[in-house]
């Protein structure tokens, strides 16, 4: 239920007042009343009975409404008062609202007091919201600006479009040595303050893919030109729109915090609403066809002037006043039409896009379309409200992405806020913090000596007890989640109301510290031993390095091991100086095996750390030495030096349990101790190793200088053999067996060995698999076997009954086996092994050393060799590359192809089986030798029956397939092997994605001798590729042949089909082209025309009078004499011949005659007159042939001319019209052929 309203009435008459109230309860069902008359009962109301609203009567006896108004501004300044008041008082009454009443209701006009009393309980609503908002901007301010000031760490906030710095705390100031002035405005690229100018662009680019970022390294630069390196936490943050970058930078090069108190930041944002008062308008709504057009000002007061910013309104139309608000601003038209037409008052908030303002109006109408609007304005409260929205986003972006913790403490030091960054640190939940203080046990905060530290000496509670600020205390504070304790650097800054003399709250920040203490630790640790080795035995060392990780892990007990190089085996080295004097006096250098060991030995059977917090309830614990003390807890862990364990190192016995803290301290310390002890065993091996690495490296570089593998082997067994008195070499072939290839002993075996065997062979032979380490192992470098490890090699390769084996191991001493891999990449190609008795593990590094040397020299002879190789089967391929770009021939190609195949990869035969439709077909066959099997040469296979062969073609590499592959059908089996090769190789044949066929490459040999290796199958996809791309050239250029002879007799026939049509349409004799043509081309062939010549004549001659296409029938077809008019029209017929196959390419070179062939030899003809040898022969000769068969061949307007008469008009012509020697010439023709005809009638 809401509290009743509590409504003062200031009236002395009691009708008035009871008036008064039954209006108000018309309006307003829950009311309480008090009515009083005179000032002393007005304050005392005021004090005691705390009206929600006041209405007084203007005019009383002994007090009066502006007496009532003015000490309810002082009183109750957000209390409303309503002025009530006769007629005649009226303009005394809009004065008083001008000094601050809400309101005024006339007597007579008593009915709209409820109304008016409604309007001034929303009015005093906003007001209410007003303050709480601006107290709230406040407050968000203050609380932002406190954590902006006092954080110990630099914070910047730059616009991410152009990276200038709109704001950056004091640290920031300090961090990089400029001030505010010199740094807002600018750019970090501009003061140059990163190491690196692309460092910023890199992080903005971090941010849009993660969202935020946290504690990125990189390096800066100060005013001054100092140089360090920051760990920087950004996030983006979006206000008003525009995107900002929040940063928080940390000097980590000194880790100290400046000494100067932070400047306080000066306000930024300034106060939204500053005691404004309302604007108040009457107004007449007008109307057009029901519908609200416009409303006219009847009255305003002079806050509506003062807010608005318009003058002189009354008498006036809205959009008069304001134009365009009607088509900006329609809601606010239909909001006062509704009121004004229904009477039902209307509180609304508005923008106004026309006069760009907020306004928060109540509205009522005292009658029919009239209408009152009481209004404030309020943009600045909306201005507020954002910038308050955009504050605590900013103020939570900053506090929650923080890589500092901030906690925030009460007066009394009990939690009240913590950012996740100190929840992380702490281990404990906000929810577990809060209410806790400095004096809490939980925290178990220590100093940084590890003594206790007091409530009252946190760094909170000193700033809350004495007002000051502490900077960089160090502390240890208790993490229950990560079990340890975590050293932080901490700043406790106390926050003062205004005047207060004592702190209300303090802010701590903070880091983790605990890394870079440990780190620090660990590293003095490390240099005390590294200055401690130097003058002091190993077994010193030892007990210095458990000394040190007892130390930093608050362990009472320590113990150092070393383990045999059998992994067998465990030898006490050291106790801790604690351990030896208070837990145990067990004796140091025992040696026991690691099966008798007690649970702490589970760090060699795991091959790893283990962690004993819970000792006491182990069931596989075992009894201690004497006069061990008990254990609780325990830390041990293995040094392993080459997948090897060396030493057992381990702590116990730690106050709280062992966490991977001090597994990392323990571990560290262990491991850098187990280096020492190696540097001072490598300082007594290195006099040795250097010496033997001298001769070895003396003679590496002599063999590295053959190229013959043979003599590479027997020199490196000879050299190897200085370290013992039997040394051989072995190959590893590809069927994973060691075979011998040579061996080296001294002058003593050598005598003895003779005396035995004669001249037999050392042939021993075993799987690489019996050897010890085999592949993977053997790959690291060499190792020592013992006798015991020989006589398991042997045994594992039953070569204990080999005589000369056995010769070999009977010596009268126990002799160790070096064993060194040959690798060629991540392979191993052989093995060197020698036998002697000094032979130890300080011989390892030279030996392995040689061994890859002797290796890059057997490569380097193998690459020699597969240059050699490769080169002949480049030229090999070049060879056939020549010969089939030679060959046009179908079938020399393919002979071409199988042969040289054969020859080059030196198979047992190959074969060609080319697709032809659904089938395949052999089409070339080529042995390597006579064979008693048929190749198949024609041999047709349906492709459906040969499914292994279809899915070749699909593949892009040759496949290897054996006869023995139950994969295969017997249809492909024989197809591939013809019953003789074991193996096979085949090569599919693609022109781009159209499969051709498959290149068959057979081989009778076992596939044991790798006779298809991956060097064979790319020669036969290199020799397939050139395969497939000269049959698909043959192939094209067969049919390119046929499809051009097709095009050409396409051509003559239509060339033909136009010159008849011509002869038809000219009248032309029957066979007159036919018959021209003809002659012309025996007149040109006796000329020693070529046959392309020939062509182009034939071509010409047929289409000789092409060119009459062009002129009209009329003229053409005319029986009678031409005109000189129409002979011109006929004279241009070579022209239009010229013009009609000029654009024909095909036709262009056969352009002579139809155009040149009316010429004449003195130049008189036409279309060009040209004359002699301008004139194209061709054109010279078909002249002569033209007239010759129009003078013998019968035409419409005469008959025909004896031969002899044309023949003397020939001859006259000559020098004239025709070319003497073209005349000459087919006068010669003619006799020819006439004797032919007679000899041919004669011999019929």
Same mark, same amino acid.
Not at 507 to 519: H, I, L, M
Not at 871 to 899: M, P
């Given at each position: 239920?809401?509290?009743?309203?509590?409504?003062?009435?200031?009236?002395?008459l009691?009708?008035?007042a009871?008036?008064?109230?039954?209006?108000?309860?018309?309006?307003?069902?829950?009311?309480?009343?008090?009515?009083?008359?005179?000032?002393?009962?007005?304050l005392?109301?005021?004090? +005691?009975?705390q009206p929600?609203?006041?209405?007084?009567?203007?005019?009383?006896?002994?007090?009066d409404g502006?007496?009532? @108004? !003015?000490? =309810? &501004?002082?009183?109750?300044?957000? +209390?409303?008062?309503?002025?009530?008041?006769?007629?005649?008082?009226?303009?005394?009454?809009?004065?008083?609202?001008?000094?601050?009443?809400?309101?005024?209701?006339?007597?007579?006009q008593?009915?709209?007091?409820?109304p008016?009393?409604?309007?001034?309980?929303?009015?005093?609503?906003?007001?209410?919201?007003?303050k709480?908002? #601006?107290?709230?901007l406040?407050?968000?301010?203050?609380r932002?600006?406190?954590?902006?000031?006092?954080?110990p760490?630099?914070?910047?906030?730059?616009?991410?479009?152009?990276?200038?710095?709109?704001?950056?705390?004091?640290?920031?100031?300090?961090?990089?040595?400029y001030?505010r002035?010199?740094?807002?405005?600018?750019?970090?690229? #501009?003061?140059?303050?990163?190491?690196?100018?692309?460092?910023?662009?890199?992080?903005?680019?971090m941010l849009?893919?993660?969202?935020?970022?946290?504690?990125?390294?990189?390096?800066?630069?100060?005013?001054?030109?100092?140089?360090?390196?920051?760990l920087v936490?950004?996030?983006?943050? $979006?206000?008003?729109?525009?995107?900002y970058?929040?940063?928080?930078?940390?000097?980590?090069?000194?880790?100290?915090?400046?000494?100067?108190?932070l400047?306080?930041?000066?306000?930024?944002?300034?106060?939204?609403?500053?005691?404004?008062?309302?604007?108040?308008a009457?107004?007449?709504?007008?109307?057009?066809?029901d519908?609200?057009r416009?409303f006219?000002?009847?009255?305003?007061?002079?806050?509506f002037?003062?807010?608005t910013?318009l003058? *002189?309104v009354?008498?006036?139309?809205?959009?008069?006043v304001?134009?365009g608000?009607?088509?900006?601003?329609?809601?606010?038209?239909?909001?006062?039409?509704?009121v004004?037409?229904?009477?039902?008052?209307? !509180?609304?908030?508005?923008?106004?896009?026309?006069?760009?303002?907020w306004?928060?109006?109540?509205?009522?109408?005292?009658? +029919?379309?009239?209408?009152v609007?009481?209004?404030d304005?309020?943009?600045?409260r909306?201005?507020?409200?954002?910038?308050?929205?955009?504050?605590?986003?900013?103020?939570?972006?900053l506090?929650?992405?923080?890589?500092?913790?901030?906690?925030?403490? %009460?007066?009394?030091?009990?939690?009240?806020?913590?950012?996740?960054? $100190?929840?992380? /640190? &702490?281990?404990?939940?906000? *929810?577990?913090?809060?209410?806790?203080?400095?004096?809490?046990?939980r925290?178990?905060?220590?100093?940084?000596d590890?003594?206790d530290?007091?409530?009252?000496?946190?760094?909170?509670?000193?700033? &809350?007890?004495?007002?000051?600020?502490?900077?960089?205390?160090?502390?240890?504070?208790?993490?229950p989640?990560?079990?340890?304790h975590?050293?932080?650097?901490i700043?406790?800054?106390?926050?003062?109301?205004?005047g =207060?003399?004592?702190?209300?709250q303090v802010?701590?920040?903070?880091?983790?510290?605990?890394?870079? !203490?440990?780190?620090q630790d660990?590293?003095q640790?490390?240099?005390? @031993?590294?200055?401690?080795?130097?003058?002091?035995?190993?077994?010193?060392?030892?007990?210095?390095?458990?000394?040190?990780?007892?130390?930093?892990?608050t362990s009472?007990?320590?113990?150092y091991?070393?383990?045999?190089?059998?992994?067998?085996?465990?030898?006490?080295?050291?106790?801790?100086?604690?351990?030896?004097?208070?837990?145990?006096q067990?004796?140091?250098?025992?040696?026991?095996?690691?099966?008798?060991?007690?649970?702490?030995?589970?760090?060699?059977?795991?091959?790893g750390p283990?962690?004993?917090n819970?000792?006491?309830?182990l069931?596989?614990?075992?009894?201690?030495?004497?006069g061990?003390?008990?254990?609780?807890?325990e830390?041990?862990?293995?040094?392993l030096?080459?997948?090897?364990?060396?030493?057992?190192?381990?702590?116990?016995?730690?106050p709280?349990?062992y966490t991977?803290?001090?597994l990392?301290?323990?571990?560290?310390?262990? %491991?850098?101790?187990?280096?020492?002890? #190696?540097?001072?065993?490598?300082?007594?091996?290195?006099?040795?190793?250097?010496?033997?690495?001298?001769?070895?490296?003396?003679?590496?570089?002599?063999i590295?200088?053959?190229?013959?593998p043979d003599?590479?082997?027997?020199? $490196?067994?000879?050299?190897?053999?200085?370290?013992?008195?039997?040394?051989?070499?072995?190959?590893?072939?590809?069927?994973?067996?060691?075979?011998?290839?040579?061996?080296?002993?001294?002058g003593?075996?050598?005598?003895?060995?003779?005396?035995?065997?004669?001249?037999?062979? /050392?042939?021993?032979?075993?799987?690489?698999?019996?050897?010890?380490?085999?592949?993977?192992?053997?790959?690291?470098?060499a190792?020592?076997?013992?006798?015991?490890?020989?006589?398991?090699?042997?045994?594992?390769?039953?070569?204990?009954?080999?005589?000369?084996?056995e010769?070999m191991?009977?010596?009268?001493?126990?002799?160790?086996?070096?064993l060194?891999?040959?690798?060629q990449?991540?392979?191993?190609?052989g093995?060197l092994?020698?036998l002697?008795?000094?032979l130890?593990?300080?011989?390892?590094?030279?030996?392995?050393?040689?061994a890859?040397?002797?290796?890059?020299? &057997?490569?380097?002879?193998?690459?020699?060799?597969?240059?050699?190789?490769?080169?002949?089967?480049?030229?090999?391929?070049?060879?056939?590359?020549?010969?089939?770009?030679?060959?046009?021939?179908?079938?020399?190609?393919?002979?071409?192809?199988?042969?040289?195949?054969?020859?080059?990869i030196r198979?047992?035969?190959?074969?060609?089986?080319?697709?032809?439709? *659904?089938?395949?077909?052999?089409?070339?066959?080529?042995?390597?030798?006579?064979?008693?099997?048929?190749?198949?040469?024609?041999?047709?296979?349906?492709?459906?029956?040969?499914?292994?062969c279809?899915?070749?073609?699909?593949?892009?590499?040759?496949?290897v397939?054996?006869?023995?592959?139950?994969?295969?059908?017997?249809h492909?089996?024989?197809m591939?092997?013809?019953?003789i090769a074991k193996?096979a190789?085949?090569?599919?044949l693609?022109?781009?994605?159209?499969?051709?066929?498959?290149?068959?490459?057979?081989?009778?040999?076992?596939?044991?001798?790798?006779?298809?290796n991956?060097?064979?199958?790319?020669?036969?996809?290199?020799i397939g590729?050139?395969?497939?791309g000269?049959?698909?050239?043959?192939?094209?250029?067969?049919?390119?042949?046929r499809?051009?002879?097709?095009?050409a007799?396409?051509?003559d026939?239509?060339?033909?089909?136009w010159s008849? $049509?011509?002869?038809?349409?000219?009248?032309?004799?029957?066979?007159?082209?036919?018959?021209?043509?003809?002659?012309t081309?025996?007149?040109?062939r006796?000329?020693g025309?070529?046959?392309?010549?020939?062509?182009?004549?034939?071509?010409?001659?047929?289409?000789?009078?092409?060119?009459?296409?062009? /002129?009209?029938?009329?003229?053409?077809?005319?029986?009678?004499t @031409?005109?000189?008019?129409?002979w011109?029209?006929?004279?241009?017929?070579?022209d239009y011949a010229?013009?009609?196959?000029?654009?024909?390419?095909?036709?262009?070179?056969?352009l002579?005659i139809?155009?040149?062939?009316?010429e004449?030899w003195?130049?008189t003809?036409?279309?060009r007159?040209?004359?002699?040898?301008?004139?194209?022969?061709?054109?010279r000769?078909?002249?002569?042939?033209?007239?010759w068969?129009?003078?013998?061949?019968?035409?419409?307007y005469?008959?025909?001319w004896?031969?002899?008469?044309?023949?003397?008009y020939?001859? =006259?012509?000559?020098?004239?019209?025709?070319?003497?020697?073209?005349?000459?010439?087919?006068?010669?023709?003619?006799?020819?052929?006439?004797?032919?005809? =007679?000899?041919?009638?004669?011999?019929?």
């Open positions: 239920m809401h509290n009743p309203i509590r409504i003062l009435i200031v009236e002395d009691p009708t008035d009871e008036l008064a109230q039954r209006e108000i309860l018309k309006t307003l069902d829950a009311c309480v009343f008090q009515r009083v008359d005179t000032r002393r009962d007005y005392t109301a005021l004090e +005691t009975f929600d609203l006041i209405v007084s009567d203007y005019h009383m006896p002994r007090f502006m007496a009532a @108004l !003015k000490l =309810a &501004l002082e009183r109750a300044p957000l +209390t409303p008062l309503i002025i009530l008041t006769g007629s005649q008082n009226e303009d005394t009454a809009v004065d008083s609202m001008k000094a601050g009443a809400s309101n005024y209701v006339i007597k007579e008593i009915k709209r007091l409820g008016a009393l409604v309007h001034a309980l929303e009015e005093k609503q906003v007001r209410l919201e007003r709480r908002a #601006e107290d709230a406040k407050e968000s301010e203050a932002f600006s406190t954590v902006f000031r006092v954080s760490i630099g914070i910047s906030i730059t616009r991410l479009v152009d990276g200038q710095f709109v704001d950056v705390n004091d640290a920031f100031l300090r961090m990089f040595g001030t002035e010199e740094t807002i405005g600018h750019t970090s690229l #501009e003061l140059q303050m990163f190491g690196d100018p692309g460092d910023r662009d890199l992080l903005v680019k849009h893919e993660r969202g935020r970022i946290h504690d990125i390294e990189t390096q800066f630069h100060k005013k001054s030109g100092d140089c360090g390196t920051l936490s950004a996030a983006l943050l $979006a206000l008003a729109g525009e995107r970058l929040v940063s928080t930078l940390h000097d980590i090069t000194e880790r100290k915090r400046a000494d100067d108190a400047r306080q930041s000066e306000m930024r944002y300034r106060s939204l609403f500053e005691n404004m008062r309302e604007g108040f009457y107004c007449q709504m007008i109307f057009e066809n519908q609200p416009d006219r000002y009847l009255a305003v007061n002079d806050m002037e003062t807010l910013g003058k *002189d009354v008498g006036k139309r809205v959009t008069e304001i134009p608000i009607r088509e900006a601003d329609p809601e606010l038209f239909e909001i006062y039409a509704r004004s037409l229904t009477g039902k008052p209307e !509180k609304f908030e508005m923008f106004v896009a026309a006069l760009k303002m306004f928060s109006v109540s509205v009522y109408s005292p009658q +029919t379309e009239f209408f609007a009481v209004f304005v309020i943009t600045e909306k201005r507020a409200e954002e910038k308050l929205r955009e504050s605590e986003a900013r103020f939570r972006t506090f929650e992405t923080m890589s500092q913790g901030v906690v925030h403490q %009460d007066a009394e030091g009990k939690i009240i806020a913590a950012n996740p960054a $100190a929840e992380r /640190i &702490l281990g404990v939940t906000l *929810d577990q913090m809060q209410g806790r203080t400095s004096f809490d046990p925290w178990r905060a220590i100093r940084e590890g003594t530290l007091p409530g009252e000496t946190d760094p909170a509670m000193v700033a &809350l007890s004495t007002g000051r600020v502490v900077r960089d205390t160090v502390m240890g504070v208790f993490n989640k990560e079990g340890r975590m050293w932080i650097n700043n406790a800054v106390p926050q003062f109301k205004p =207060a003399v004592h702190p209300y802010y701590t920040t903070f880091e983790d510290f605990s890394e870079r !203490k440990r780190a660990i590293l640790a490390r240099l005390r @031993l590294i200055e401690f080795g130097g003058s002091h035995s190993v077994k010193e060392l030892l007990q210095a390095t458990l000394d040190e990780a007892g130390a930093l892990t009472p007990i320590g113990f091991h070393f383990l045999a190089q059998d992994q067998e085996t465990i030898m006490l080295q050291a106790w801790s100086t604690r351990t030896r004097k208070e837990f145990c067990a004796e140091e250098n025992r040696h026991y095996p690691v099966a008798e060991a007690g649970v702490w030995a589970d760090c060699v059977r795991e091959r283990v962690i004993h819970d000792y006491a309830t069931e596989q614990r075992r009894g201690l030495p004497p061990h003390a008990p254990i609780t807890r830390l041990v862990v293995p040094v030096r080459a997948n090897r364990i060396v030493a057992i190192v381990g702590v116990g016995n730690k709280d349990s991977p803290v001090d990392e301290i323990l571990s560290s310390l262990a %491991d850098f101790s187990w280096d020492i002890v #190696e540097r001072k065993r490598v300082e007594i091996e290195i006099q040795r190793s250097s010496e033997q690495l001298a001769v070895l490296n003396d003679a590496a570089l002599t590295q200088q053959h190229l013959d003599q590479i082997y027997r020199m $490196a067994c000879e050299e190897l053999r200085r370290f013992g008195t039997f040394a051989s070499v072995y190959r590893i072939n590809a069927d994973g067996w060691l075979r011998h290839v040579h061996t080296a002993m001294s003593e075996l050598l005598t003895d060995y003779v005396a035995r065997f004669g001249d037999r062979p /050392i042939n021993p032979a075993l799987p690489i698999s019996t050897v010890p380490g085999a592949t993977e192992g053997l790959r690291a470098g190792q020592v076997l013992n006798a015991q490890a020989i006589h398991r090699v042997l045994q594992k390769a039953s070569l204990e009954g080999h005589p000369v084996i010769w191991f009977a010596r009268p001493h126990q002799e160790l086996m070096l060194a891999p040959l690798t990449g991540d392979k191993t190609v093995l092994s020698v002697g008795e000094s130890g593990e300080v011989d390892v590094p030279a030996v392995t050393l040689f890859r040397q002797v290796s890059v020299a &057997l490569e380097n002879a193998q690459l020699f060799g597969a240059e050699q190789a490769r080169r002949a089967e480049l030229a090999g391929l070049y060879d056939l590359a020549r010969a089939l770009a030679g060959t046009d021939s179908f079938d020399e190609t393919l002979h071409l192809i199988v042969q040289h195949a054969v020859e080059t198979v047992t035969f190959a074969r060609l089986a080319l697709l032809d439709h *659904d089938q395949f077909v052999i089409r070339a066959a080529y042995p390597i030798r006579t064979l008693n099997c048929d190749l198949n040469a024609e041999r047709e296979e349906p492709a459906n029956q040969l499914e292994f279809q899915r070749v073609l699909a593949q892009s590499a040759p496949v397939v054996y006869a023995d592959d139950p994969a295969l059908s017997p492909d089996r024989h591939l092997f013809l019953g193996s190789c085949l090569a599919p693609r022109a781009g994605d159209v499969p051709i066929g498959i290149l068959i490459l057979a081989e009778a040999r076992a596939p044991e001798r790798e006779p298809f991956a060097e064979k199958c790319n020669l036969a996809r290199a590729d050139q395969a497939a000269a049959i698909r050239r043959v192939t094209l250029h067969a049919q390119t042949q499809d051009a002879q097709d095009l007799d396409a051509y026939a239509t060339i033909e089909g008849r $049509a011509l002869d038809l349409r000219d009248n032309e004799t029957e066979g007159h082209t036919q018959r021209v043509t003809e002659l081309v025996r007149l040109a006796a000329f025309f070529d046959a392309e010549q020939l062509v182009r004549v034939r071509r010409g001659a047929l289409l000789h009078d092409i060119g009459k296409m062009g /002129i009209p029938d009329a003229i053409l077809l005319k029986p009678g @031409l005109t000189e008019q129409e011109e029209i006929m004279r241009r017929h070579p010229q013009m009609l196959l000029t654009p024909i390419y095909y036709l262009a070179p056969a002579d139809p155009y040149c062939h009316h004449k003195n130049g003809g036409y279309p007159g040209l004359k002699g040898d301008q004139i194209p022969l061709a054109a000769l078909f002249a002569v042939v033209d007239v068969d129009a003078l013998t061949s019968n035409r419409p005469r008959a025909a004896p031969k002899v008469r044309a023949r003397e020939i001859c =006259a012509q000559s020098g004239s019209h025709f070319e003497p020697h073209a005349v000459e010439q087919f006068l010669k023709l003619l006799d020819t052929e006439k004797s032919s005809r =007679a000899l041919a009638e004669w011999q019929g």
